[in-house]
Each structure stands twice: as C-alpha cells, then as structure tokens.
C-alpha cells in the first residue's frame, strides 16, 4: 500500500533532502529510521529536493509498505527522528499517487534580516543592508508572473528538460519595523537555484545595483551572466505543496521563529 508522509525540517545540519554518497541528508536519515521500525530496507521518494541548509514547513514523501505496522507509526517514528525533522501526518492513498510528479504547486518563502540576530541567523538570511529600495525591489517581483522561461534564474539549466514555470503569484512582505523581508513565490515547478537567484538579484535592486529594467532584461533575453550568484540559503522555506487530491495546511509553529504572531509582515504595494 502506498503512504504519504507530511513532514517539516529544519535543513541548516543537512546537505539538503537528497541521498547522496558521503552526505548527511534528510531521505537518508529517514530511510534509515523507517527501515529500523519495519525492519527491512525502505526507499522513499520525496516531493522534490531541497539545497543544503534549505528548510521545509511543508514536505511530502510517499512510501509503499506491504504489510500494516502494529504501533503508532505517528508516535515511533517521531521519538526516533532527530528533533530538527518531524512527522506530522501519516496518510494512507487508495492508489498509486506520486509525491513528486502529481504535485501541481509548490510555494516557498524567503526571509531577509538586515541586522545581527543570532536567534534568526538559521532560519533568515542576514543581509545588514541599510536602506533597501524595498518599492524598486517590489517593481521586479511584479515582473516575475509576466514569464514564464527562467533560464536566466537557473543553476546549471543543461540539466533540465525545460526552463518553463509557471509562476502563480509573487509577493514581497516587509515587517512592522521595516527591518525584515519575506519574499513569497508559487509556481508549478521550481529550477534548481532558482529562487535563491531571484532574491539574490532582486536584493542588488534594492541596492541599486541593478535597475529593474535590467532584472527584466534577464526575463526577456533568457540569458544567464557568467556569475549567477544565489543568495544564502538559510533564508529559503519550502512552505506549501499541493496536490489535486491532497490540500492540508501547512504546520505554521514548526516555523514560529521567522513567522509569528508578533511579526506584523505588511505587503509592499
């Protein structure tokens, strides 16, 4: 029978969700906890894969098992994970559903302080930028849903088979005080790097070092430069993921540092 397991992590120990040789991941970790409670080998196959110190609030992988367990897979399988990855939901499918290629719509969010906090640094990215042009910065993410090649925002785009997505929505929040950001994105697929490009170019027009017709200029060439920097990764959340079958909110207090109740995040119009 085929599982869906909805999880969240907090990425900054890992080398991000893939299994790779010699690499601590997140799959590997998992893989190796499931195998111990099922006693026998279990491959799991994830909704997409997150960089190195890349978090999730939001995460599905599905798994298929052959014989119902006798516990609380919920309550094992979370007293046998380390702390900073959790288990929130077990789902049972009553077909073949693909965690990854059934997934119609990722979201992800990026966090911005621009000041020293050493209680954000592992879930926001610290740029100490005084005076970011936060309404340029919101002219080049309006830009953002008006194409859809981002060839230009992608690390190593030989290795994909298109560079078309299809951004859904792009908005940029700022914070009561004017001293946090959070960039919020949706599209049906992501490149690899891509969002940390985003940011990292939409941060130089904050600081003017790039005009917004010349972030539109990468839309519309389709050209990437020879340096395509992305900015840190700490900052970067994959938030939501959904699917046509399966709609569940994500678990808002796994991220309760860079979103909570006290931070006021104020659309930039």
Not at 6 to 18: D, F, S
Not at 67 to 74: A, C, G, Q, T
Not at 227 to 252: C, H, I, W
Request: glycine content about 4%; some cysteine; charged content about 20%.
């Amino acid at each position: 029978m085929r599982y869906f397991f909805h999880i969240g992590y907090n990425g900054i120990a890992y080398n991000g969700w893939q299994k790779l040789p010699q690499a601590n991941s997140i799959q590997q970790i998992i893989e190796t906890t499931l195998s111990k409670l099922l006693k026998k080998n279990i491959t799991i196959v994830g909704c997409g894969r997150t960089d190195a110190k890349v978090h999730a609030t939001q995460f599905f992988f599905h798994v298929d098992i052959e014989m119902p367990w006798e516990f609380d897979m919920l309550f094992r399988i979370n007293k046998n994970l380390p702390p900073d990855i959790a288990v929130f939901d077990v789902i049972a499918m009553d077909g073949l559903q693909h965690a990854r290629f059934d997934a119609i719509k990722r979201t992800y969010d990026y966090f911005i302080h621009t000041y020293k906090d050493p209680f954000l640094n592992n879930v926001s990215a610290p740029y100490q930028e005084k005076n970011l042009n936060i309404f340029k910065m919101k002219e080049a993410v309006s830009l953002l849903t008006q194409y859809d090649d981002y060839r230009a925002f992608c690390r190593n785009f030989t290795n994909h088979r298109t560079t078309i997505c299809k951004i859904s929505s792009a908005s940029l929040y700022v914070d009561s005080l004017g001293d946090r950001l959070r960039f919020n994105i949706s599209a049906n697929r992501f490149l690899s790097g891509m969002i940390r490009i985003i940011v990292q170019r939409l941060l130089h027009v904050g600081t003017h070092k790039l005009t917004v017709d010349e972030f539109e200029q990468f839309l519309i060439s389709k050209e990437p430069p020879k340096m395509n920097e992305p900015a840190y990764p700490q900052g970067l959340f994959l938030s939501k993921v959904t699917y046509p079958f399966l709609d569940l909110p994500p678990r808002a207090a796994f991220s309760n540092i860079p979103v909570n109740e006290s931070t006021q995040w104020q659309l930039v119009e």
